[in-house]
Nanobody
């Protein structure tokens, strides 16, 4: 059974930083591509970062240069370091993986960027 524990969200002023964490269980974590998605009210869920098994990373232009995804396979944990945050980054952030042909999502953590 795949389970996640997410943490690290909160309220931060524009230009601030946050680090999100997501610890997974029930899978061979090191063998999984891991993703971070976000969803703002009224918007579709969008992927903001991906990290492969080898550690290669992919970002959309909206966050490139500001967000960094990383993983610690010894801790079964994926991180999302978010710098230079903007009000438009406000959303619920979810970690995600695919296992056995199914999508699995974390419970979500709220990130609010506001002065």
């Amino acid at each position: 059974q795949v389970q996640f524990v997410e943490s690290g969200g909160g309220l931060v002023p524009p230009g601030g930083s946050l680090r999100l964490s997501c610890t997974a269980s029930g899978i061979i974590f090191s063998a999984k591509i891991m993703n971070w998605y976000r969803q703002a009210p009224g918007n579709q869920r969008e992927r903001v970062a991906r990290i492969t098994v080898r550690g290669d990373t992919v970002y959309p232009d909206s966050v490139k240069g500001r967000f960094t995804i990383s993983r610690d396979n010894a801790k079964n944990t994926v991180y999302l370091q978010m710098n230079s945050l903007r009000p438009e980054d406000t959303a619920v952030y979810y970690c995600h993986l695919v296992h056995g042909g199914r999508d699995y999502w974390g419970q979500g953590t709220q990130v609010t960027v506001s002065s």
